[in-house]
């Protein structure tokens, strides 16, 4: 076995826990599309999932300090008490199992400065985390259903990124984005805008400094460029 082998950074991913289908079975499950795996794969990382059992702080420092970065994966909508909402009418399905995991495991990572990668649902929660709040129904803010055509369908957009950034200096000045979000970030304490649709919607933020901290309201697990899990493995690799 090389060095390298031994050595390449451990990736954790976080799940969602639902009701699920295989061979005999029909019972909940910890489960999580394979397109994010394989892109750590391919970035030269290893996956290692993480299912909401515990959305305890202790639970979270101690996955932290086993793994070399931290991918806050996509899925249902954040529950709007988090931020100080009522529900809007087209907001559902939230987790309070997962929201309490993902928001412990940013704590954790916080204190320890670990790369981290939110991805849509994602990017979300860590506004939401860092005391900010979302736009429930994004429709209602820019007139169009672009972000999330329906069903299982995502809009393509073309973003611009912010010259410099480290979403500019992974994927360059314009990224065609598989979107599929109907929420998306309204305020964002502490992370700087990196990233916008042509409507205005901000579709990236990131933490400024020296640590890889980005969000992207996008799936870049689903798109043929995947340089966003390149740069995270890479950060983590050089930590």
């Not at 031994?6 to 289908?21: K, N």
């Not at 990017?123 to 329906?150: C, I, N, W, Y």
């Not at 369908?153 to 912010?162: A, K, P, S, Y």
């Not at 899990?229 to 890479?234: D, E, I, Q, S």
């Amino acid at each position: 076995m090389t060095h390298l082998e031994t050595t390449r950074p451990l990736v954790g991913l976080t799940t969602y826990r639902e009701e699920a289908s295989w061979g005999v079975w029909r019972q909940k499950a910890d489960l999580l599309h394979a397109e994010y795996a394989d892109a750590i794969v391919a970035a030269g990382g290893v996956p290692v999932l993480l299912p909401p059992a515990s959305g305890s702080d202790i639970s979270a420092r101690s996955v932290v300090a086993r793994i070399d970065a931290l991918v806050v994966s996509g899925g249902a909508d954040v529950d709007p008490a988090r931020y100080g909402e009522e529900p809007h009418e087209r907001t559902a399905g939230w987790r309070e199992d997962r929201d309490a995991w993902e928001v412990a495991l940013l704590a954790a990572a916080d204190e320890v400065g670990l790369p981290v990668l939110g991805v849509c649902r994602g990017m979300q929660v860590m506004a939401v985390a860092a005391g900010g709040s979302l736009d429930q129904h994004t429709p209602d803010v820019v007139g169009h259903d672009e972000h999330s055509p329906g069903g299982d369908q995502f809009g393509g957009i073309r973003v611009r990124t912010l010259e410099g950034s480290r979403v500019a200096l992974a994927e360059g000045d314009e990224v065609l984005a598989h979107c599929h979000h109907h929420q998306s970030v309204h305020a964002h304490p502490g992370y700087v805008a990196t990233a916008w649709a042509p409507d205005g919607t901000m579709e990236a933020m990131e933490a400024p400094g020296d640590r890889f901290c980005v969000g992207v309201q996008w799936h870049p697990e689903m798109g043929r460029d995947q340089a966003l899990f390149a740069a995270l493995v890479g950060a983590a690799t050089h930590r």
